[in-house]
């Protein structure tokens, strides 16, 4: 089943199912996500019992899926992504075999028609193409096994990153706060039985089509993470309780031969360009510049909806 939220005035939104070919909706059985999340066993049936779908669904007034959650953790499981940007860095990270994550602002996640307000477009303004998980409330210290269990919903996310700020922010020792602005999520939260066979292994196993201005960036791959989204929620669960809306992201969708596929960011794509010719020629973006993002299912149906927005400098309070 898909679910989205619909834009009604409160903080939270109003819960409604889509319908399978995205063009039409029903009221929801429980107001919001959130809510839905905290009491699945009960509300997810009567969600997925929905036949009947009377509304005409304009996707431009929906909010984010979950606009806002109690916990955004992003991982960065995709090993060619961390690989080259370690070389580029010029860094020799410890060998744990643990997954790398941070913690994340979570009180606010656009909407995937959103217009992205910027402080300045000096700082390196960059897109994300990730998926992303939501779960139910996971006990500490769940394995990777049981938490499988615990991923009720998938989502396709672009984690926006101000990469001036960055660097600065990693050298103290401590996570990021000024490099990392709200996310986006497109419009549409899905189950994981509607990726059918593209959903193996805690991962999404489907091409991520990201455009800047009209041409195609990138369009690499989500299976080859090192870590698959279970064994996320278990590394983040090891010393907490998650409650249930927490949403982890997969980290920037990379693939080892990212030449030939492109990028789901643009650090990266500078990345390369610093290994083949010694200096990085692409620029970040600017204001006015618009990304698009999307995934398709082999019959071409978008599961989770299309993330297009445009980055627009902050005009101040």
């Known amino acids: 089943m898909r679910l989205a939220t619909l834009c009604d005035g409160t903080a939270d939104g109003q819960l409604i199912m889509v319908s399978p070919e995205g063009s039409h909706y029903a009221a929801a059985p429980v107001a919001t996500l959130q809510q839905a999340l905290e009491s699945w066993d009960t509300f997810g049936p009567a969600l997925a019992a929905t036949q009947e779908f009377p509304h005409m669904l304009d996707v431009a007034l929906l909010r984010a899926p979950l606009p806002r959650s109690w916990q955004w953790l992003d991982g960065s499981a995709f090993e060619s992504h961390g690989a080259l940007m370690d070389k580029v860095l010029g860094v020799q990270p410890a060998k744990t075999g643990l997954p790398l994550m941070y913690q994340g602002l979570s009180d606010h996640f656009y909407g995937s028609g959103e217009d992205v307000e910027m402080p300045d477009e000096a700082l390196g303004i960059d897109f994300e193409g990730e998926f992303g998980i939501i779960v139910d409330a996971v006990p500490m210290g ?118 030939e596929v492109g990028s789901s960011c643009i650090a990266e794509r500078r990345g390369i360009e610093i290994v083949d010719e010694g200096a990085p020629r692409t620029q970040f973006m600017r204001f006015g510049d618009r990304v698009r993002m999307d995934a398709r299912l082999a019959d071409g149906r978008s599961p989770f909806g299309v993330i297009d927005q445009q980055i627009i400098a902050y005009q101040g309070a």
């Open 142 to 259: 769940t394995s990777a096994q049981d938490a499988i269990a615990h991923i009720r919903l998938i989502v396709q996310i672009n984690d926006w990153s101000l990469r001036f700020l960055a660097g600065p922010e990693m050298k103290t020792g401590f996570g990021w706060i000024q490099a990392k602005p709200a996310c986006s999520m497109a419009p549409f939260a899905v189950t994981p039985d509607e990726l059918g066979d593209q959903w193996r292994d805690g991962r999404v196993c489907l091409d991520l089509l990201v455009d800047w201005n009209g041409e195609r960036f990138g369009a690499a791959n989500g299976e080859p993470m090192s870590f698959g989204f279970h064994e996320l929620v278990a590394h983040a669960a090891r010393t907490r309780h998650l409650p249930a809306g927490t949403v982890i992201g997969s980290g920037t969708v990379s693939n080892s031969n990212f030449r």
